[in-house]
């Protein structure tokens, strides 16, 4: 099924979209505030007994579970929440950890409701949170040193690779800058950064037992300093919540590896060698906590593209729909944007598509919604166009505008940092780069900008190739900054929109333009639009665009 790029902003979701609620996106994906850093009350702590955990372990050679109870005072236990971050350099990892938010955000609150110790560990980004209270209680925190490191003998954990898109990978960028914003931070929360800030707070609050929750699981839950392997080499019990953390993640649809398959593997390779496991929704319904009545997992989608984050492909993709959480549920889908429900798509398997799809999906259980809904969107590239016989950069522009403030018309002042539109080099005059290429021929601009052109008669088509310039990558690959820059690229012909891009992120290939010329046309309009967060860093290039002519476009 075809959708038409054109039209299909114009097409609202009725319903929450949880897939770039981030982050995540966001989830979806991802909104562009940070995490709210202080609430405007805590809630009240109430006295509760020892609670009952059923701590899930591996035998290390057969793999069996052994379920073992141990009754702990609430007090005594640290909840560790690392990396939620706002962005991922993997779009679908993004999303999955945004998809996590709803299910952690109620568990958290639940914890620090019973006297639970919450620490917020977002590793990277933790800096910019220097103007809070639970960063300077933790740095304020009276110095332990911590004891010399027992041995933990541990084979590798499984390697995802990550990318959890499958088949064209993600290119890395840094452009986290705060936790999803659907987390919420309590004033008597601590944010530690280092082992011995964290150790040094579990002393002074007689903290015994982590339990950790995050993203990803093998990397960072495990090895950042903060993580699950130095605090259980220091003595304290670890413990990992098996239904809030997901792996450095793994998509090989091909061979029956989806990321909730890859997920469990590494967390049975934690209960084999590292540390028990707990389903912290199963422990917070037991001890009177969580209403299991609550909706809070959306439908995960693999791989997982959004409307702000489109999953580019050229060859068909296969698309896997899961409830992990929600073993029983029945999948419905829809592929035009439509809304889903029980009449329609019943998803049985993965499968392929090879058009733009803008695909809606929620689940049931014997009649009740027991999912949030999800929404993706897949956008399939065009033919790769010819080389352009005249290219745009050897041209003038009859008009060449750019983000800024002038007096009048008739003078066009650029905004600080802005250049007007340059030739043959990005807006900031550095090679134009798109997704790791360097291209010769091109015009980098700031959007939102407008080249003006005109259309001789001899020129048949337009051709181009548009994406995001890749410039701010040379600092810390894009530290803070890669998540802002989105352009949309727009061509009109004589006020006529001809063609139009998905919203392109930082990293992603160029899209591809090959746009034929009605006869008489006197003027073409590029446009590259800010994808509608601002203009933070949109450098957009049009590269080895140009016109093929008519007598060249018939041979």
């Known amino acids: 099924m075809k959708l038409n790029l054109m039209n299909l902003r114009k097409r609202s979701s009725t319903r929450i979209c949880l897939a770039l609620m981030a982050a995540q996106l966001s989830s979806a994906p991802l909104s562009a505030e ?12 109430t006295e509760v007994e020892l609670i009952e955990l059923t701590l899930q372990r591996r035998d290390p050679n057969t793999g069996e579970i052994i379920l073992t109870k141990e009754k702990i005072d609430p007090h005594k236990v640290g909840i560790v929440v690392v990396d939620m971050w706002n962005f991922h350099w993997c779009k679908t990892s993004a999303a999955r950890v945004a998809a996590l938010v709803p299910r952690m955000s109620r568990a958290v609150e639940a914890a620090h409701s019973m006297g639970m110790t919450i620490f917020w560990c977002p590793s990277d980004v933790a800096d910019n949170y220097a103007g809070t209270i639970q960063y300077q209680a933790a740095v304020s925190v009276p110095r332990h040193t911590p004891p010399p490191m027992k041995d933990l003998v541990c084979p590798a954990a499984p390697d995802g690779g990550g990318c959890t ?25 601590f944010m530690p950064n280092d082992v011995e800030t964290l150790y040094s707070l579990c002393v002074e609050h007689g903290i015994t037992y982590l339990i950790y929750l995050g993203v990803h699981t093998q990397v960072c839950l495990l090895g950042k300093s903060i993580g699950l392997k130095n605090m259980t080499q220091l003595g304290f019990h670890c413990i990992l919540a098996r239904d ?19 997920t469990a593997g590494v967390v049975a390779h934690f209960e084999k060698y590292l540390a028990p496991t707990i389903n912290m929704v199963d422990e917070l319904i037991k001890a009177g906590k969580w209403d299991p009545a609550l909706v809070v997992d959306p439908v995960r989608v693999t791989p997982w593209g959004t409307l702000e984050r489109p999953h580019l492909f050229e060859n068909p993709i296969t698309i896997t729909l899961t ?40 689940a049931y259980e014997r009649g009740r919604e027991v999912c949030l809904p999800s929404e ?24 060449a505008i750019g983000p800024g403030h002038g007096p009048s018309s008739a003078e066009h002042r650029f905004s600080p940092g802005v250049n007007p539109p340059v030739k043959d080099l990005s807006n900031r005059k550095t090679p134009l780069q798109v997704r790791g290429k360097i291209y010769a021929k091109g015009m980098g601009v700031q959007a939102t900008d407008l080249l003006v052109y005109e259309l001789k008669p001899e020129y048949d088509r337009f051709v181009a190739l548009a994406g995001d310039d890749e410039q701010i990558l040379s600092i810390n690959n894009g530290s803070n900054l890669a998540r802002y820059p989105s352009v949309i690229f727009k061509i009109f012909i004589d006020g006529k929109l001809m063609a139009e891009s998905p919203m392109m992120r930082m990293s992603e290939g160029p899209w591809r333009f090959d746009v034929k010329i009605p006869e008489h046309s ?34």
């Open 376 to 399: 993706a969107f897949f956008a399939h590239l065009p033919a790769m166009p010819p080389q352009p016989e005249v290219a745009i950069s050897d041209l003038t522009p009859l008009r």
């Open 323 to 362: 409830t992990p959480w929600e073993p029983r549920a029945e999948i419905y889908y829809t592929l035009d944007g439509s809304e889903p429900s029980t009449n329609s798509l019943h998803y049985n398997a993965p499968f392929k598509t090879s058009d733009t799809t803008r695909l809606r999906a929620v």
């Open 244 to 262: 809030l953390t997901d792996a450095h993640g793994l998509y090989e649809p091909e061979k029956g590896i989806t990321p909730d398959q890859f």
């Open 165 to 189: 898109c499958g088949g064209d990978r993600c290119h890395v960028n840094y452009g986290w800058d705060a936790m999803n914003p659907g987390m919420h931070m309590h004033d008597d929360d």
């Open 522 to 555: 006197q003027r073409i309009s590029l446009v590259a639009d800010d994808g509608g967060n601002g203009n933070k860093e949109d450098l957009a290039d049009w590269v080895e665009a140009g016109f093929v002519n008519r007598k060249s476009a018939s041979r």
């Open 34 to 45: 940070p995490a709210q850093r202080v609430s405007g009350e805590n809630n009240p702590r």
